[in-house]
Each structure stands twice: as structure tokens, then as C-alpha cells.
Nanobody, 116 residues
Framework: VQLVESGGGLVQPGGSLRLSCAAS????????MSWVRQAPGKGPEWVSA????????DYADSVKGRFTISRDNAKNTLYLQMNSLKPEDTALYYC??????????WGQGTQVTVSS
């Protein structure tokens, strides 16, 4: 299993970024996927999840209305479109493969920094 995140960077408050997670080594379309983030000095925070077909999506209250999760099963890729970014969104963002009630694989993460 390999998950490789990309798309992070430095952005001003109110800006946007689109994160990608390229999956390989498993049948991507058979697994629910999620995004998790970890801010400096804090524990992991679940951000969003999407089921295998993309028809069932959920968001943390902190990002609802600003972030959009999606997936392209033909490209084995998970996405997170982040709009109206706030300084409190600064974190290392990971994609994770879901298995049952827990995540069983994570990528190395991509850093998102929101600062003026």
C-alpha cells in the first residue's frame, strides 16, 4: 500500500489549495478514504471521509462548507479542495485508507501553511 500526498504549500488567509493523494498497491475503488490533519503540538484531527463510490461524504464541522473531498477511481486519486483557508487550517495533511472502523494506512503527509 502506498499513499502519496501532494499539493500543499503556503497560502494567504482566504486562499485555496487542492490536495491530491495518489494511491497504489491496492484496489483503490474498494476502500473508503479519508483526510486527517495534524497541527503543530496537537493530536490528529479527522477532516473528511468519502465512501468507495463517492456518494457518501462527511466533514468535520471545522471545515464544512469550505472543503470538498472527492475521488477519481479511474486515476486512483483522492482529492481535497480547500477554500477560504484560515490560519487554523495550518497542519500536515494526510490521506488515509479506511478499513472497517479505523484507518490502516497513511501517506507521508503534505504541509499546508496559511499565513499572511
Amino acid at each position: 500500500v502506498q499513499l502519496v500526498e501532494s499539493g500543499g504549500g503556503l497560502v494567504q488567509p482566504g486562499g485555496s489549495l487542492r490536495l491530491s493523494c495518489a494511491a497504489s498497491g491496492f484496489i483503490f475503488s474498494s476502500y473508503d478514504m479519508s483526510w486527517v490533519r495534524q497541527a503543530p503540538g496537537k493530536g490528529p484531527e479527522w477532516v473528511s471521509a468519502i465512501n468507495t463510490g463517492g456518494g457518501n461524504i462527511d466533514y468535520a464541522d471545522s471545515v464544512k462548507g469550505r472543503f470538498t473531498i472527492s475521488r477519481d477511481n479511474a486515476k486512483n486519486t483522492l482529492y481535497l479542495q480547500m477554500n477560504s483557508l484560515k490560519p487554523e487550517d495550518t497542519a500536515l495533511y494526510y490521506c488515509a485508507r479506511e478499513r472497517g472502523a479505523a484507518s490502516d494506512s497513511w501517506g507521508q503527509g503534505t504541509q499546508v501553511t496559511v499565513s499572511s
